[in-house]
Structures are given as C-alpha cells and as structure tokens.
C-alpha cells in the first residue's frame, strides 16, 4: 500500500469545506487538475510489486482521513493478499476541478470520495457504481441519514464513510459567569419566546466591558463576541432554516425566498448588523474559519459547528473550560444538518472484483475503525461509531450532543445533479444581505431566481 499526497488543507474538515462564502459544503476551484506527485493513473489495471497483486486506486481530499485509511488498508491487505490499495490525497482546492476532468479522461481513481453537492451529476452521467447493485444487502449497518442524502432514483450511489452532525461548542467560562444555561437557547423571529438574543447581548462585550446594548459599545473593539451567525450553510443558516420549519430546496431546486426563510435570514442579519452580537459578515466571508479561530482564542461565547471543528479545540488547552450541548432550538423545534461523505465506485473501473472488495471493506465496522480510533472522523457504519466517542472521551471531551445531532431531526445537506451551479450563482446576494446591503427578501427573491436559472440551463 502506498500514499502520495498533493498538499495540505489549512483545516481538518473531513465533511466537506465551505466555500468562501460559506454558502457551500463544496465548492468548484479555479485551480488546475491537480498536478502533483501522484503516481497513479486511475482505473486502468496496474500492479504493485507483483504481477499477481491488483492495485485499486482511493482519491480523497483529507490527509488526516488518508492517514487513518493508511491503517486500514494495512489490515485489509492482510486478509487480501492479491490486492494493493494505493491512496491519492487530492488538496479540496483542486480536488472539484480535477475530478471530473479525471474521469471524462479515463484517469480517475477505481474509488473516490464525493459529496452531496457533486455525486448527483456524475450519478446520472453514469460515473458511478450503483452500489444498491454491486453490494447488495450484505453489509454491516449504515447511517441511514447517509445512506438517504445519496439515494437517487431509487438506488445508493456511494459507500457511507463518515457523517457531520451539528451541535453548540460553548465558553464554559463566559457562559457560566453570565448565569446562562446553553441547553435552554431558543431563537424566535417574533421576539415573544426569544432566549438566544438575551443571552448574546449578555456574553458580548468591548474591551472596555460595554454591552451592545450600551451606547459607548465600541464596534471596532470587541474582546468577546456572543455566536457566529455567519453566511454558513452546514452550521448556521441550514439548521436555522430547519428549525423555523422551512427549506431551503424543493427538488433539485432552490427554494430560499420563503416566508419562512425571510424571517430566518432577517433574525441571523439582525444578529450581525442591528444587535452587534456577532462578527462582522466583511470578516467572516473573508476568512471562514475566523469565527472557530476567535472560539478557540476565548473570543467567542457560542460556537455553533460540528465534528470537523473538534481538532481546532485542542488549541484551547488550558485557556477556559468549554463544552458541546445540542443546536440551538428555533419556533419548529431543534433542527440540525447532517452531511456525509461516501466512497464511490468508478463505474468505468477496470479492476471491478478488487474495486468491490475493497468498497465491501470500506463498508464494514472493521474498515472504519481506524478512522473512529484515531479521531479523525465519525464513521457511517454505525458499529464503529462508539470508538470515536470513546477516543474523544479519553481527551476529555463529551461529543453525545455531536453524536446525537447525527440521529436527530435534521435538514438535508444540499443535493441535485445542478446544485453545485445553483450555489455559484448565490453568493453576491448572500454577501450583500449579510452586510446589511441589500433587503433580505429582495436577496433571497434573486438569489433564487439566479441559482434556479443556472440549475435549469
């Protein structure tokens, strides 16, 4: 087995990182195909060593994940003496643009991983193995969140390898001294049973100690901000949207100018613009992880992210005491987003008896245990999920709320053969109406109309 990498994400986020809007769990880079040191050439047969070894490619974008499967295949290739698994570490900002030149080429991986915004296109293109097909029902038991964001007509398009809840990281510090209880936050457009703004407005303060709601409140000065309501779609906006019963999708379009979805957007716009209690959206849309960076600093109270952001917090040592407790409740109830990633079959492959053997390991317990042992991510196949709560456990972490966010009542991640162009047309609009630029229903009226054009053309 080997491994060649083509470079380093600045973030462990083996869900799927947000644009630089923070509109999207994927998406497309201007980058070129790649480049790199890679030694493979994709489906083609090849061999490793010994003429009597099949090597199947695996492409992914995460090196902390590539390190985990390192550990993985090494005990499939002990039970699999004939094949190699060799792994491609493709950076996320090439990753979107060389993968489907790759493929129209012929030189893509026997297996790779993809993600709701992306799999559709290649579904029905006929890329993919229909793994309904090529499995069956013999396999260990599945997310079935997962398994449900990449069915598509009927049939699973991918191998479900690990999944994102969301929950609610906290300032265990901030959030006690301010005589709040986190598990009780619950936003409410009409203002009638409305806790989580009181309680930003009661955690944000200025280097002087002001309040937003103190008139010598310094803007430009701010020790400690309250949450981040940022243009996030997997952490912020989608939940939100969840929990006031709307939806951001109908079909393989967009559906974002609601009623519903205007009071949504109007409350996380005020937070930022009216009330103060937030980061500027300028900051947050030019650096996406800002908002963790200012958490992990003691700069933020309330941080609301899934288990992509678990990583980071080891930068907070000793600083102040923290914890998860689940999303923040809205008007529909608490609503989360679960996202996943599979592994796909290359439906072109030319090694289809080692690719399936490989895609039925990359299925089971035991080919996931390394990514649950290690931390590196939540595993979709449901017997390997307690390693990775009992790892986070032994670095004193309490992740239930993250691991019950992925059981719980939920939006869906985006999906749609077209989405990934609807979603390029909407962040001018989203930019706009987060900086208070442009009227929300206005924004979300032509960010609708643009995206769906871009679906439907």
Known sequence: MSSTSRGRRSTISTIGAVAATGLLLAACSPAGNGGGDSTTSGGGD???????????????WDEAAATAYETSFAEFEKEHTDIDVEIEVVPWANYWEALPLDISSGEMADIYWTNTSNFGRFA????????????GDDHDEWSQAVVDLYTRDGKLWGVPQLQ???ALFYNKTIVDEAGIDPTTLKWDPTGANDTLLPALQAVTRD???????DAAFDI???????????????????????????VYQDGDELALDSPENVETFQYLVDLINTHKVAPPAADTAANGDLSREYFVQGKLAFFQSGQYSL???????????????????????????????????NAKTENLEATTTVLQWLGSDAGQIALAESGAAFPAALGAQQAYVDYWTEQGVDVTALQEATQAESIPAPVGPNIQAGFGEIGPFFEEMFQGRLPVAEALAQATAAGNAAING
């Open 46 to 60: 090849s061999t490793s060593g010994s003429s009597e070894k099949t090597t199947v490619t695996f492409r992914l």
């Open 124 to 135: 029905d293109n006929g890329d993919l193995l229909d793994i309904t097909a090529t499995l």
């Open 164 to 166: 994102d809840g969301i």
């Open 207 to 213: 280097a002087n100690g002001n309040a937003p709601t």
């Open 220 to 246: 430009n000065n701010v020790a400690v901000w309250g949450l981040n309501a940022q243009a996030d779609l997997q952490a912020i906006w989608g939940p939100f949207v969840g929990s006031n019963g709307g």
């Open 311 to 345: 990583p980071a917090m080891a930068d907070i040592g000793e600083s102040f005491e923290w914890g998860i407790v689940p999303a923040i409740e809205g008007p529909a109830g608490r609503v989360t987003l679960v996202n996943g990633i599979v592994a796909a079959g």
